[in-house]
């Protein structure tokens, strides 16, 4: 069974190609989010199995949003992606719930090991 995940980046170009490398992984790409705010709103309406989240995005920004999403559903599965590699973020990325971190700009594989790795 394909899983469903919601992609959210404010960069359309992104997006794209994370849908890109997530469809020939063999998953589904529920929906998309540009930024934190529509995120949270996504994910009350598609119940994804996993959510793929930039940090840096206007409006809410991906930790803020985390961390909404997992007093929503505490089993929420959250992956994080970020071009900055600062390691405050990735630790206040974890500590609020988040299974792992990928840095941008990503290797195909690492997002699909990732992926595999939180929703199998």
């Given at each position: ?52 989240m930039d940090i840096t995005m206007p409006e809410m920004d991906g930790i803020q949003a985390l961390k ?23 630790v206040e990325s974890i500590q609020a719930g988040a299974r792992d971190f990928i840095v941008k700009p ?15």
């Amino acid at each position: 069974m394909a899983k469903n995940i919601l992609i959210c980046d404010d960069a359309a170009f992104m997006r794209m190609m994370i849908k890109n490398t997530l469809t020939k992984g063999g998953y589904t790409v529920a929906g998309e989010a540009e930024n934190g705010v529509k995120a949270v709103e996504k994910y009350k309406e598609l119940s994804p199995d996993l959510v793929l989240m930039d940090i840096t995005m206007p409006e809410m920004d991906g930790i803020q949003a985390l961390k909404e999403i997992k007093k929503l559903d505490g089993n929420a599965k959250v992956i994080m992606c970020s071009a900055m590699g600062q390691q405050a973020m990735v630790v206040e990325s974890i500590q609020a719930g988040a299974r792992d971190f990928i840095v941008k700009p990503f290797q195909e594989d690492r997002v699909i090991e990732a992926v595999k790795k939180a929703i199998g």
